[in-house]
């Protein structure tokens, strides 16, 4: 885009904001040594924090609380960046669930709302909903998509890649981290265990990207996408206490055997402890654990849901992956 080009969409970008009577607001506060998941908690509308050192390298995971209206980036399982947010105001509500970034646009205008500016957009679904540059009103105020400070949606669009996990949730709670698990232990097949059930696993689907596991509680069922396409899916039985849902993260893998971080994004909002046979928690099977450890690399992102993944299921539901095709 040349100059003449730029100067005209940022001059779009004004307009559009003058005619919403909000300002494109942006403004970076000093953690002052605070961590970020705190600091997050006393931003003003507009306002963000960043703090891409704290983790330099490995998998990046973003959570949007629509509760909170905030939005936190973890890369390596470590918070890095948390941001306000606007989403979706009734009657336009934004979508609860589990998303990958399909495609992104430094410069983009809507196909739907007047030809409206949509800078550092990263699509999120193909029926509207994505993150982007936009006014921050302090309440939900968009026809759906997530509404970022503009400066932090150009830090987040060069931090991130397509195929990146972003999790909406509605729970009013701010993440919290926790130890480090271990996955890679399986379960050893009894009668009581969903050792031999049956499964679906068809890799051949999609044959490479980003590999993202989400394990509804609710369901009782594991569904593994790659590259945003669904390729294996499973019974799936979680023991032990469940406090909201929670996240894993591989961030490396080498001879001494997988590495993980685990983060909670709902619930208590508070780091939980983690056993070293974490794995155990897991009843899935046997076969079907063996394949998704075959597909597994460094960046993949385990999400367990307490919702329900089936629309129209009792209580709420949540939407996994919505790339039914460009328009």
């Not at 994004?265 to 998704?292: C, I, L, N, T």
């Amino acid at each position: 885009m040349g100059w003449g080009g730029s100067m005209k969409y940022f001059a779009a970008i004004l307009l559009s904001a003058c005619a919403l009577s909000q300002p494109l607001s942006a403004e970076q506060v000093n953690l002052n040594g605070r961590p970020v998941l705190e600091a997050a908690t006393r931003l003003k509308p507009g306002q963000f924090v960043w703090a891409p050192d704290a983790a330099p390298e490995g998998p990046v995971l973003m959570v949007v609380n629509l509760a909170t209206q905030r939005a936190i980036l973890f890369r390596n399982g470590v918070p890095i960046g948390a941001s306000t947010v606007s989403s979706g105001k009734k009657g336009y509500d934004t979508p609860t669930g589990v998303f990958t970034v399909l495609e992104k646009k430094k410069e983009h205008y809507s196909k739907t709302y007047n030809n409206a500016p949509m800078p550092n957009m990263q699509r999120l679904t193909w029926k509207g909903i994505a993150l982007h540059a936009g006014n921050l009103p302090g309440y939900p105020a968009s026809h759906g998509c997530i509404r970022l400070p503009i400066q932090f949606s150009s830090l987040l669009f060069g931090a991130t890649k397509l195929g990146m996990t972003v999790i909406i949730t509605s729970l009013p709670v701010t993440p919290g981290q926790s130890a480090t698990p271990d996955l890679a232990g399986p379960i050893a097949p009894t009668a009581t265990t969903l050792a031999r059930a049956p499964y679906e696993w068809h890799p051949e689907r999609s044959a490479s990207g980003p590999v993202s596991v989400i394990i509804s509680i609710a369901d009782q069922r594991a569904t593994v996408l790659r590259n945003g396409t669904e390729i294996g899916s499973a019974p799936v039985r979680v023991s032990g206490p469940v406090n909201g849902g929670w996240a894993y993260a591989l961030r490396a893998w080498d001879q001494t055997g997988q590495h993980w971080l685990k983060l909670q994004y709902s619930g208590a909002g508070q780091g939980m402890e983690v056993a070293p046979g974490e794995g155990a928690r897991f009843d899935a099977p046997w076969d079907f654990k063996h394949a998704v450890q075959t597909v597994l690399r460094p960046g993949s992102i385990i999400i367990v849901a307490p919702q329900s993944l089936k629309a129209g299921s009792t209580g709420s539901s949540l939407t996994v992956i919505d790339n039914g095709g460009a328009p």
